[in-house]
């Protein structure tokens, strides 16, 4: 009989953090079971955890990820804990519906890509994005790092193999030869890396605050493309304007979104049974690079 997630996260809590009384599941994450832990005379706490752990480093690597985001000024959780098993931090709200927050949002992510500019793409270590590995390592060319890395990386998991057929596959691989004539030769700099809607919450003081990163040196639109490609609300319409404005981001850069969200599309194909059309997403971006009969 499969257990329910607070039970599993209430046994885990019970040998490591003091005076749990209760935890309620949440929604939202797709790769994890997640909760908020109450506490007898302490403040409540977000905890984290999977069925089957991928790997004894997985939450390590997380907690690691929101230190380097810290370290840049960006507002993260703070990691209480984080063993082989169990991530707990300190608990987050849920983002205001404001346009003032959006420009906030701005203004942080445009101070974490311009103030990283780093030589080299990758990171010192792997680490996750969901249930997978991000293969990291250390690149001096930012098309060749993103065509293996994050690209053609996850065509041989099991269910990409199964939604894309060879045309398809053949495509993709064209797509990424034609990387350096399809995107603007940029830095990289630091990345949260899975900056999906519902990773964007705020402080108590309602600042924004950016939780579940896959951190590398990339390109900054790595971000923006996936703040751009997950449903924003309208009120974040100022955030794409602020964000441009302070980076100097050129006019075009929303023709390339679709491009450089194609990392995002495969590993939601690869990692779970309800794509929500990122199949449909992926040929549609190949289709210009598969051969004409």
Known sequence: MTRSAPSVLEDLLRSRVPGIVTVEPTTGGLAALAGIATRREAPPVFV???AEPPADDVFAAEAEGLAALRDTGVATPEVILADRELLVLSVLHPRPRSETFWEQLAHVLAHLHTSTVHHRFGWHRD?????????????DDGFAFFAQHRLLRWLGE?????A????DRAALERLCHRLPDLLPDRPACLTHGDLWMQNIMATSDGRPALIDPAVSYMWAEVDLAH?????????AHRFFTTYAELTSLDAGWRD?????QLRQHLAVLAQFDDDWGAAGQIRTTVAPFRTRS
């Open 48 to 50: 984290k955890t999977f």
């Open 127 to 139: 680490n996750w994005l969901g249930r997978r590995r991000q293969v990291n390592g250390w690149h």
């Open 158 to 162: 099991r269910r990409v193999e199964a």
């Open 164 to 167: 894309l057929d060879h045309a």
């Open 227 to 235: 703040v751009w490609s997950t449903a924003p609300p309208p009120e």
């Open 256 to 260: 390339r979104m679709p491009i450089i």
